[in-house]
């Protein structure tokens, strides 16, 4: 694989081009070498592939990204306790779907969780799998994000008011809307913002 292409494959997977040094790193080899490699875009050798795979834990050859769907199963109505670390299993999605279709340029921040219980149908329903960017976190704007309040895990809308106040908001009409105030004894982490609902369709 040449220079130029493995940098390209690099960005796709991992979200950004390595810097040669981190190159000379991960091989063991000069700058100088390195560089003149980037000049002639010179063929990197199996092992050298192998190398740089291992340390960013990708599959150059591979068609798919492996994201992780870990098994929390964060709840749409009540909270979901989780007492012990979460199993986690690799999920294969093919890179094409996630670059073309999704348009998401950084694959290494997707995770996947199941959805549970019945607070945010019609758009998201019970066992639905969700896809989840973990780097997305900011919901001034609003949106579907997996949260924790109190350590419980959930599934649920945010809006934030000017006023400082926290709207948490289920879809389901039946359940109604949760306001936190800005000094609310309250502690929420936000995980990561709903970027698709896979149990409908790519």
Sequence with gaps: MKYSRLLNMLQSLI????????LCEILEI?????????????????????????????????????????????????????????DVTPVKIGKEIIRDIWKIPHPQDLKLFKASGDSMENIIEDGN??????????????????????????VKRLRLRVTGELDIISDNAKYPMETLKPDSDVEISIVGRVIKNLSRGL
């Design 129 to 154: 799998i969700l896809l989840v960017d973990i780097s997305r976190k900011d919901f001034n704007n609003g949106g579907i994000f997996v949260l924790t309040i109190n350590n419980e895990w959930y």
């Design 15 to 22: 979200g950004y081009k390595p810097k040669q040094t981190d």
């Design 30 to 86: 000069k700058k100088a070498a390195m560089s003149a490699r980037a000049v002639r875009d010179s063929e990197f050798t199996e092992d050298e592939i192998a190398l740089i795979e291992a340390h960013y834990g990708i599959d150059l050859a591979s068609d798919c990204v492996e994201l992780e769907y870990i098994q929390i199963n964060p709840s749409c109505g009540k909270g979901t306790v989780v007492l012990d670390d979460a």
